[in-house]
């Protein structure tokens, strides 16, 4: 009698796991759990927590030295850190934009967008397709140095290197730096365009406001005193903002 | 002796040279190149040991420059200092002690080399190494240009690059080693670095690169072997030379 009840709590118990695991796969791609990060001895990250879905625009708020590029770095697995970083499956395939990923270093070596592309990309087809998606195309691009770009094509070429290789996740950090303003529109919607037809999760770094409300399905902030997370429209008030963004202009004033 | 000696060095130094410049085309990505300097002075008390004794030259600079990279990791563990500061340290270092060991006389060959000292163990060798580190750096070039763009991207490609670095470090010494006996300890630095930036100046691409530092670096071998046979002078300074005068022609074809 016991032994069957202890059974049927045991397949319970079992079901119900399955059941947390299978979720996990459908909804999480990825739980942070108490992140902690030092970097020569200075708490850049301390206690983070957060989850994101499946499919999700996630976007990382905060001003100048909050740990926003550090959190990137921390979950590609670039440095280390105290805490628990759980993607929903190993090995799974990153694309990642650098920020200030500049074009003088690419200059120096004698180095075509080919050969740049080659690294993670041998057939010839599927580069001229992702060119192409990015809106770089003809056979002059693939010939040039990425350093003889234009700071717009620089960013589009990178992009594209990022989608090489179908990836699963995105990182850009802050994917319009040293771009004029009508480029930063084109690069946003270029983005957002991938995301709605390639079902990718995209978590990406960036001080634009508007593209915020426009395109985050959540948003992170980040600021010294601690976090905030939520849909745009629900968590981004005038106090928050200013919370941000004074603490931001406070830090500048500190520096000089 | 089916060889003559002439031709075991030329093909030593065709080998020697082609590798060295295809190894130092990754070199001046990396900005690693005052690296190779250093690595060819620590070689002088294994050369001088070696000259006094009888020994393979091949063997005693390989293994001086072993210790001394040890040492100078070593001291890193200990000290805050730079790796170029201790780099520095301890390659003067090893030149003063290396100075000490070796009579005058015997000098030359250790600073300059000497490609008439040079037999069918040195050719084997050079061939046998030679063949192995192209394969090696082959395999690993593509990495390695990645890695010297920018260290995060590599490592989001699932990139090892401390061991990618750790293997190239081998390769250089590998390859600093064999060069002693052709350039001397003084020159190694040179034969690495100078083909490498002549093909740069050629080149827009890295296929074309990275051969044409190879086919630079086999090319002011046999000029400055050649020129050592019709002048007499010695044949590793010839080669740098040649390999400068290279570069200098590069200069007009600079994109």
């Keep these: 009698m016991g032994e069957g009840n202890f059974h049927l709590k045991i397949i319970n118990l079992l079901s119900h796991w ?5 979720k996990m796969e459908e909804d999480f791609i990825l739980k942070v759990k108490n992140l902690r990060v030092i970097l020569d001895g200075e708490k850049i990250l301390n206690d983070l927590s957060f989850e994101i879905k499946r499919k999700e625009f996630f976007i990382i708020l905060g001003p100048n030295g909050a740990g926003k590029t550090t959190l990137f770095k921390a979950l590609l ?9 759980i993607w929903a499956k190993e090995n799974m395939k990153f694309g990642y934009l650098p920020e200030r990923l500049s074009r003088s270093e690419f200059k120096k070596i004698p180095l075509s967008v080919r050969d740049f592309y080659k690294f993670k990309e041998s057939s010839e087809e599927k580069i001229l397709k992702t060119l192409k998606a990015v809106g770089l195309e003809g056979e002059e691009i693939l010939k040039k140095n990425p350093g003889d770009l234009s700071s717009g094509q620089f960013q589009r070429m990178l992009i594209g290197w990022a989608l090489l290789g179908d990836p699963e996740v995105l990182f850009f950090d802050e994917p ?28 990406m770094i960036t001080h634009e406001i508007n593209i915020v409300y426009a395109y985050a399905t959540n948003v992170l902030c980040l600021y010294k005193k601690g976090i905030c997370m939520g849909p745009p429209r629900k968590i981004l008030t005038p106090q928050l903002l200013e919370k941000l963004y004074g603490n931001e202009v406070k830090f500048y004033i500190h520096k000089h | 002796m089916i060889f003559s000696q002439f031709t075991l060095s030329l093909i ?32 002088l008390p294994g050369v001088a040991l070696a000259l006094l004794y009888h020994y393979n030259i091949f063997l005693g600079a390989l293994l001086s420059i072993v210790i ?13 200092l730079s790796l170029e500061a201790l780099t520095g340290v301890v390659f003067a270092a090893g030149v003063a002690l290396g100075f000490l060991i070796l009579p005058l006389s015997q000098a030359e060959e250790a600073l300059i080399g000497d490609i008439t000292k040079i037999n069918l163990t040195d050719t084997l060798l050079a061939i046998f190494l030679g063949l192995i580190v192209f394969v090696i750096i082959n395999r690993i070039y593509q990495k390695m240009i990645l890695s010297g763009i920018s260290e995060d991207l590599a490592k ?15 390769c250089i010494t590998l390859i ?23 093909s740069n100046n050629f080149s827009r691409s890295l296929c074309l690169y990275s051969w044409g530092a190879l086919l630079i670096g086999v090319v002011s071998t046999i000029l400055g072997i050649f020129a050592f046979r019709f002048t007499g002078l010695p044949a590793g300074p010839l080669i740098i030379l040649s390999a ?6 590069s200069l007009f074809f600079k994109k």
Aim: aromatic share 8%.
């Design chain 1, 18 to 22: 399955l059941d947390s695991l299978s």
């Design chain 1, 77 to 85: 697995g670039l440095i280390p850190y105290q805490g628990e970083i």
């Design chain 1, 176 to 203: 319009t730096t040293g771009i004029d303003i009508g480029g930063e529109k084109t690069i946003y919607s270029l983005l957002h365009k991938f995301w709605q037809e390639r079902g990718l999760t995209i978590l």
């Design chain 2, 12 to 43: 030593t130094g065709i080998f020697i040279g082609g590798i060295a410049g295809y190894l130092g085309s990754l070199m001046i990505v990396k900005r690693m190149a005052l690296v190779g300097g250093p690595l060819g002075h620590l070689a």
């Design chain 2, 68 to 80: 001394g990279a040890i040492v100078i990791w070593l001291l890193q563990i200990k000290s805050k």
């Design chain 2, 156 to 170: 989001t490609e699932g990139i090892d690059v401390k061991k990618y670095n750790l293997i190239y470090l081998i």
């Design chain 2, 176 to 198: 600093v080693a064999l060069e002693v006996k052709i350039v001397g300890t003084l020159l190694t630095v040179a034969l690495l670095v100078i083909p490498a930036s002549a």
């Design chain 2, 244 to 249: 400068a005068l290279i570069f200098l022609v």
